[in-house]
């Protein structure tokens, strides 16, 4: 069964310090990963598709990196203003479901 | 602006009265769906449409509807509400869903009561 699992489910950072998202997935075989943001009361805003192991995409403080297992969303010095939650989905070969993760909630204080 | 309009933002009813939740978008995607959104499951694919008149269950099917018949257009339908359906929903658009993926467009959501 197709499956993503997000960790840490939440995370409380100091304004500056670098930290990471982990993304674990199982699928059958990978269309295509999605990263997304959250914040209360909106609907998640897209940031980043990775399609294969070893691929990497940049905005501005995040980065995201793709294995055959996993992806990780890296949060480089991040601010307040990051602090939202962030959703991990995936989309198998095969298939038109989108599986997501039940989120990572980011807390960034300063 | 491209989007995805939902309506209404909030929403209280009691058991049984049916109701619609309207989605519109306006980027001419092909693929649209519906989620429901509840704490500690994340979000979970109630319907999905891969174009005009095409739909199919996704994951928590049971107690709604839907139909595609205009490209823009894909409402959710619940027929007789019940307490275990209140959520929040999210409707969602794609350039494709087909054999090149392409990221989801979200609305900004639709808080239902059922009392």
């Known amino acids: 069964e197709d499956q993503v699992t ?8 100091q304004e500056g310090e670098s930290s990471s998202l982990n993304c674990s997935y199982t ?4 269309r295509g990963l999605f990263w997304y943001r959250q914040d209360p009361g909106k609907g998640p805003e897209f940031l980043f598709t990775l399609y294969s192991a070893g691929e990497e995409k ?36 095969g298939t038109y479901k989108y599986i997501f993760g039940t989120g990572t909630r980011l807390k960034v204080l300063a | ?41 994340g979000l979970r694919q109630i319907y999905y449409s891969m174009n005009v008149e095409v739909t199919d269950k996704g994951d928590v099917p049971e107690g709604y509807k839907v139909s595609r018949k205009e ?27 087909g054999y090149a993926t392409s990221p989801l467009h979200f609305g900004n959501g639709t808080r239902l009561t059922v009392t």
């Open chain 1, 58 to 93: 940049e905005k501005e403080r995040l980065k995201a990196t793709l294995t055959k297992k996993e992806s990780f969303l890296h949060i480089t010095a991040p601010k307040p203003e990051d602090s939202a939650t962030y959703l991990c989905a995936v989309q198998a070969i």
């Open chain 2, 71 to 97: 490209k823009r257009n894909f409402p959710l339908i619940l027929e007789s509400p019940s307490p275990n359906q209140t959520s929040l929903y999210f409707c969602a658009s794609s350039l494709t869903g």
């Open chain 1, 27 to 30: 699928v059958s075989g990978l």
């Open chain 1, 6 to 13: 997000q960790s840490p489910e939440a995370l409380r950072l």
């Open chain 2, 1 to 41: 602006e491209a989007q995805v309009t939902q309506n209404p933002r909030y929403l209280i009813t009691v058991t049984g009265k049916k109701l619609t939740v309207t989605c519109s978008q306006n980027m001419n995607h092909e693929y649209m769906s519906w989620y429901r959104q509840d704490p500690g499951l």
